[in-house]
């Protein structure tokens, strides 16, 4: 059976046989937006636990935006548009709107990357700024958790009125993205976020794709961007044609909740007994384009393989490995034993680290097999993965691995789809 899954800009299709296919799982039917302008603007006059944002707005001087950077695909200038003309209309001055790119650790956005994520009006009209993670004098210390020293960007907190954008999908760590988690990592410092992403907080079982309750990354989150403050997010879910399915706007907490259930009803894909092997994707453009990224595809597959089974994922990865700490860490070790044994050793930093971490545990699951076509198969091997000729020749590979009447998942949407496992009823005795 051939079967398109995301990758890249185009889609990659797939020879899966048809003996072996035990299922496809991919987002539940959800009815677009039929009309997304009207939408969030209902949404805004109408907030989920917040005041409307004209309301919000009045009076105030200043105005601070944070937006994703190049790798969400969140759809900006419909969401960013009407709340503008908004704040505009409310008295704040274009040259006192400032859009933050909570990049986190990323590098900062291209003007090309700018324009096309907010359109050349956009762009031209206000202050388009990058946030500097290593930049230590552009953040100011707002408080502490647990220890670990919280420090935001200042042209955020300085600001008298404080928006966030973002889009609710599955997050690998932090359970959703969006809410919260632009401010803390988004804007945080590297000492932060150091702490927000060390292996003492990652190694709970909870911190995981899905999980809410009791995930300490998003406790820490949360808590961050409680103290940092938000009077307003923007927040907007997208179905598997990246079409809106719902606008969600307001409190920080209420409103994201609201997105929670509403992407958890369509995210989540339930299996009666995980595959030996698992076809999956990292989402296509623009969430695969570095290896670094493209290991949340690793991670959200790894529920619907068994232990000791094969995950096989295709990334377009145009960008390379990801960022130079990261590609030097995978490098400086042989084995991902060797790596994952110093990532818990105390005191042991490097940035971007948690992605090892992350590629660690999808490892100790199952053996992990990657094909792209920019990165040459010694690059991949020196990520710790196994690189692939095509994802058919490692479909075979696997196959004569496990037998010939092996089972195999296939994820198409990779890390936005939430699988889980069904519980195991039994029989009623009489």
């Not at 195991?424 to 009489?430: K, L, S």
Request: glycine residues 8%.
């Amino acid at each position: 059976m051939k079967i398109t899954i995301d990758y890249g800009q185009t889609g990659l299709t797939i020879q899966v046989p048809d003996r072996n296919l035990s299922q496809i799982l991919g987002l539940r039917p959800a009815p677009p937006t039929s009309d997304p302008d009207d939408a969030v603007r209902r949404a805004l006059a109408a907030p989920i636990g917040a005041h409307p944002l004209a309301d919000l707005a009045r009076g105030r001087r200043s105005a601070s935006i944070l937006i994703c950077d190049i790798t969400r695909p969140v759809p900006n200038q419909l969401l960013l548009q009407p709340a503008l003309s908004i704040l505009e209309n409310a008295g704040i001055a274009p040259k006192n709107i400032r859009i933050l790119i909570a990049t986190g650790l990323h590098r900062a956005s291209t003007a090309a990357e700018i324009n096309a994520m907010l359109g050349e009006y956009i762009a031209v009209r206000y202050r388009i700024e990058s946030h500097d993670a290593r930049d230590a004098g552009a953040h100011r210390q707002i408080g502490v958790i647990g220890g670990a020293p919280i420090l935001i960007d200042r042209r955020y907190l300085d600001a008298d009125l404080k928006i966030t954008t973002g889009l609710i999908e599955p997050h690998l760590m932090a359970g959703f993205s969006g809410g919260r988690k632009v401010i803390c990592p988004g804007i945080a410092a590297v000492e932060t976020i150091r702490h927000f992403h060390s292996v003492s907080i990652l190694q709970s079982p909870l911190a995981t794709a899905g999980q809410i309750g009791g995930n300490p990354v998003h406790d820490f989150s949360l808590q961050a961007a409680r103290m940092a403050g938000c009077d307003f997010i923007l927040n907007a879910a997208l179905d598997d044609q990246r079409r809106i399915t719902g606008i969600f706007v307001g409190d920080i907490l209420q409103a994201w909740e609201k997105g929670v259930e509403h992407v958890r009803s369509i995210a989540a894909a339930p299996i009666t007994t995980p595959a030996d092997i698992v076809i999956t994707s990292a989402a296509g453009y623009p969430l695969d384009g570095t290896f670094y990224q493209a290991v949340k595809g690793l991670v959200g597959a790894m529920p619907a393989v068994r232990t000791g089974g094969t995950i096989i994922m295709a990334a377009s990865m145009q960008e390379g490995i990801g960022s130079s700490e990261f590609q030097s860490l995978l490098e400086r070790y042989s084995t991902i034993q060797d790596l994952e044994r110093d990532l818990e050793q105390p005191g042991f930093f490097c940035i971007d680290q948690w992605q090892a971490q992350e590629l660690a545990l999808a490892s100790r699951r199952a053996h992990i097999t990657v094909y792209s076509d920019s990165l040459p198969p010694e690059q991949l091997s020196r990520a710790l993965v196994t690189p692939a000729r095509s994802p058919e020749h490692a479909i075979a590979e696997a196959l004569e691995r496990y037998g010939p009447d092996a089972s195999i998942t296939v994820i198409p949407r990779g890390p936005y789809v939430l699988p889980y496992v069904l519980p195991v009823v039994e029989a009623p005795i009489y």
